[in-house]
């Protein structure tokens, strides 16, 4: 009872109690009650470290609570499940779960976190009802029609909150048009590449060598870019409904 009253009045503590160093971006995170939050982050920089401190700290301070984690396949969202076990396992004399499983995980005060595909148009998802906390993972390699399904399932919450995290993939989707609509209802965390102090210059310099300028870009610069596959480039398709271009025939 007392951890759980200390990981609400800071939910940074149970980070701590685990042997998990946060940044300070990752505090303000698990710290936030945004109902919308955005983040732009390059691989291997602690996003998902952070949703998992998260998810935890929500299902252990509010019984009966709901946490959705959704990736874009289902070993995915498996696996942040299983960070978030172990995560809790290493927090010393805490209550011991129930109803244990590969995709699920109870908690004593009731509250349940899962693990669901994203590799499908959403319509298994249907029928999950006063989510407290869904985290999107890749959210860019998540399809519109999934994220569209999702979202009611926050509606009769009042402290809902949904995260999208995830690196670039292409200039379209949700999770593009989400961080480039300058929002006001959204919280957005970017991060840029070399603030994170667990990721040497001489493994980056060698992750461009091998990855390439374009990919690099894209996974470590968090860049948005076309699609090596796409007809025409963005810039051209935009410009083309550009209403500052008069026609030649007025």
């Not at 200390?6 to 685990?18: E, G, Q, V």
Request: hydrophobic content about 40%.
């Amino acid at each position: 009872m007392a951890k759980a009253l200390a990981y609400a009045c800071d939910p940074a503590l149970l980070a701590a109690d685990a042997d998990i160093a946060l940044d300070p971006w990752q505090e303000q995170f698990v710290r936030s009650t945004a109902p919308q939050t955005i983040m732009l982050v390059p691989r291997q920089h602690g996003k998902t470290e952070a949703a998992v401190v998260k998810a935890l700290s929500v299902a252990t301070t509010e019984p009966d609570s709901l946490v959705l984690a959704i990736a874009p396949a289902q070993r995915l969202s498996d696996e942040f499940v299983l960070r978030c076990r172990r995560t809790y396992n290493r927090i010393k004399d805490a209550p011991a779960l129930v109803g244990d499983a590969a995709r699920r995980i109870g908690f004593e005060n009731g509250s349940r976190m899962l693990a669901l595909p994203g590799d499908n148009d959403g319509d298994t998802l249907r029928g999950l009802a006063n989510v407290r906390l869904a985290i999107v993972d890749e959210t860019a390699r998540c399809s519109d029609e999934l994220i569209a399904a999702l979202r009611p399932m926050l509606a009769t919450n009042p402290k809902a909150q949904l995260v999208y995290l995830s690196t670039p993939a292409g200039r379209r989707g949700t999770y593009y048009e989400t961080w480039t609509n300058n929002d006001p209802d959204w919280d957005r965390i970017h991060i840029k590449l070399g603030s994170c102090p667990r990721i040497t210059p001489e493994f980056l310099a060698r992750e461009r060598k091998n990855l390439g300028e374009s990919r690099f870009a894209e996974e470590y610069g968090c860049e948005f870019l076309d699609s090596d596959t796409a007809a025409f480039n963005t810039s051209i398709i935009e410009a083309a409904f550009s209403t500052k271009v008069k026609a030649l025939w007025r």
